[in-house]
């Protein structure tokens, strides 16, 4: 297969009864479009390509739009990077989003789909003021928030990055894990008052 060849399928689909594994991990390139028209030409949202990520859901549910995918961590060229367990339900966890165009319902367990790695994607906001570490403003640097579970309504979001707070003198992993795992910058402001809304980011280490 050639390196450039095109996606298995489009944005806001999914596959759930092809095997797939042999593109877990494959990244492609689309245009900023809005997926969601569904007739007439497509309108761009940006002039910025959105780089997506195929990966196999193994959560043992369905995986909804717009949240953190967590990645697994079990040993395998194919699991980390290709397989997502859950949402982030730590502070500073790494994670991507899950693409904002597929069903409200989500990604079933099992199926393959997209996940944002760069470019223009939409989050979701914590469900308590509280977890928002302030308004957040446009550009402003953008990580995930702690829950209870992987599967919680409160795991798969994003607050504002909070390097102020730690007043550890030889282990700095409060921040550090902040600056490694972000997850990219916000291009729209939302003040505290705004809970379990979208916010569009700028996903990547710019």
């Given at each position: 297969?050639?390196r450039?060849?095109?996606?298995?399928?489009?944005?806001?689909?999914?596959?759930?009864?092809?095997?797939?594994?042999?593109?877990?991990?494959?990244?492609?390139?689309?245009?900023?479009?809005?997926?969601?028209?569904?007739?007439?030409?497509?309108?761009?949202?940006?002039?910025?390509?959105?780089?997506?990520?195929?990966?196999?859901?193994?959560?043992?549910?369905?995986?909804?739009?717009?949240?953190?995918?967590?990645?697994?961590?079990?040993?395998?060229?194919?699991?980390?990077?290709g397989?997502?367990?859950?949402y982030?339900?730590?502070?500073?966890?790494?994670g991507?989003?899950?693409?904002?165009y597929?069903?409200?319902?989500?990604?079933?367990?099992?199926?393959?789909?997209?996940?944002?790695?760069?470019?223009?994607?939409?989050?979701?906001?914590?469900?308590?003021?509280?977890?928002?570490?302030?308004?957040?403003?446009?550009?402003?640097?953008?990580?995930?928030?702690?829950?209870?579970?992987?599967?919680?309504?409160?795991?798969?979001?994003?607050?504002?990055?909070?390097?102020?707070?730690?007043?550890?003198?030889?282990?700095?992993?409060?921040?550090?894990?902040?600056?490694?795992?972000?997850?990219?910058?916000?291009?729209?402001?939302?003040?505290?008052?705004?809970?379990?809304?979208?916010?569009?980011?700028?996903?990547?280490?710019?």
């Amino acid at each position: 297969m050639a390196r450039d060849d095109a996606p298995p399928f489009r944005r806001g689909e999914y596959e759930s009864s092809e095997d797939l594994s042999h593109l877990q991990g494959r990244e492609w390139h689309f245009e900023d479009l809005d997926y969601s028209q569904t007739s007439g030409a497509k309108l761009h949202r940006s002039g910025k390509m959105v780089t997506c990520r195929l990966v196999k859901n193994s959560s043992g549910g369905a995986l909804l739009p717009k949240r953190l995918a967590a990645f697994s961590t079990t040993a395998g060229a194919n699991n980390h990077g290709g397989v997502v367990t859950g949402y982030t339900a730590t502070d500073y966890e790494r994670g991507y989003p899950v693409d904002e165009y597929l069903p409200a319902a989500g990604v079933p367990d099992g199926a393959y789909f997209y996940i944002v790695t760069g470019g223009p994607a939409t989050v979701k906001l914590p469900l308590a003021g509280t977890g928002f570490n302030g308004d957040i403003s446009v550009g402003g640097v953008l990580v995930a928030l702690t829950a209870v579970t992987a599967g919680a309504t409160t795991a798969g979001r994003v607050a504002n990055q909070n390097i102020t707070g730690s007043t550890q003198t030889s282990d700095y992993s409060f921040i550090l894990k902040q600056a490694e795992n972000y997850i990219g910058r916000a291009l729209s402001a939302a003040t505290t008052g705004n809970t379990n809304s979208d916010l569009l980011v700028d996903v990547g280490k710019w």
